[in-house]
């Protein structure tokens, strides 16, 4: 079945650091890969998505994940994180986009130091 | 263009009672994906409609159920209502099948069971 795992349910940076969020899958076929955002109170926002194309996915609000299939990897960076950047972060993953759900990981929760 | 409205926002309930969410998918959308979100176990699919017709299936009893409107509009059910079911409940939508690429979730349903 397919997978999805995030390394570290909490993540906690000072601003301006680099932000690294994990999440590395399971697969036996080429996957679908996102990264949706969850602000308090909110629903998820679409972040980036991979979808077989170039392997370096930019996103909205400075983020970007890279597709390392040798690793089963599809990590999420931001090279300065901003105090706004607090929230939910969850990485997703279908493998036939045409059948099947999107399945999530269980979220990693990023917080942000002045 | 209004987003993913989901009703109520918060919601109270005893165990053994019953409950129905609502969630008008954005105009035009014809596919609605139902989440469950808790802390433990993050986001599990539910279930996924698509014309009225019910594409995917999550593995949750049938106390959970759920349809879709001729005009896309979706409501979940669930009944008998258990502790555990206590939890934010998610609906997403998409403009066609298949809803992979890009899902919009609305804010969710709280729904508390007492």
């Known amino acids: 079945a397919q997978s999805v795992t995030q390394l570290g349910s909490h993540v906690s940076v000072s601003e301006g650091a680099l932000v690294l969020l994990r999440c590395n899958y399971s697969?036996?076929?080429?996957?679908?890969l996102f990264w949706y955002v969850q602000y308090p109170n909110q629903g998820l926002q679409l972040l980036l998505k991979?979808?077989?194309?170039?392997?370096l996915v930019k996103g909205i609000n400075g983020f970007e994940a890279e597709f390392k299939k040798s690793e089963t990897s599809f990590h999420l960076t931001k090279p300065s994180a901003h105090m706004s950047d607090a929230a939910e972060y969850f990485c997703?993953?279908?493998?036939?986009?045409?059948?099947?759900?999107?399945?999530f990981g269980k979220g990693t929760r990023l917080s942000v130091i002045a | 263009k209004a987003g993913v409205t989901q009703t109520p926002r918060y919601l109270i309930k005893t165990r053994g009672q019953q409950v129905t969410l609502s969630c008008s998918p954005i105009?035009?959308?014809?596919?609605v994906s139902w989440y469950q979100q808790t802390p433990g176990q993050g986001l599990q699919f539910l279930f996924e409609?698509?014309?009225?017709?019910?594409?995917n299936k999550g593995n949750f009893p049938g106390r959970f159920s759920g349809r879709q409107f001729s005009n896309s509009r979706s409501e979940m059910n669930v009944s008998t209502l258990e502790l555990g079911d206590s939890a934010l409940y998610l609906c997403?939508?998409?403009?066609?099948?298949?809803?992979?690429?890009?899902?919009?979730f609305g804010s969710g349903t709280q729904l508390s069971v007492l």
């Open positions: 997403a939508s998409s403009p066609t099948q298949p809803s992979r690429e890009k899902l919009f």
């Open positions: 697969s036996s076929v080429p996957p679908y």
């Open positions: 991979y979808t077989s194309a170039a392997t």
């Open positions: 997703a993953v279908s493998y036939n986009p045409g059948n099947t759900p999107l399945v």
């Open positions: 105009s035009g959308h014809r596919s």
């Open positions: 409609y698509f014309s009225e017709t019910q594409r």
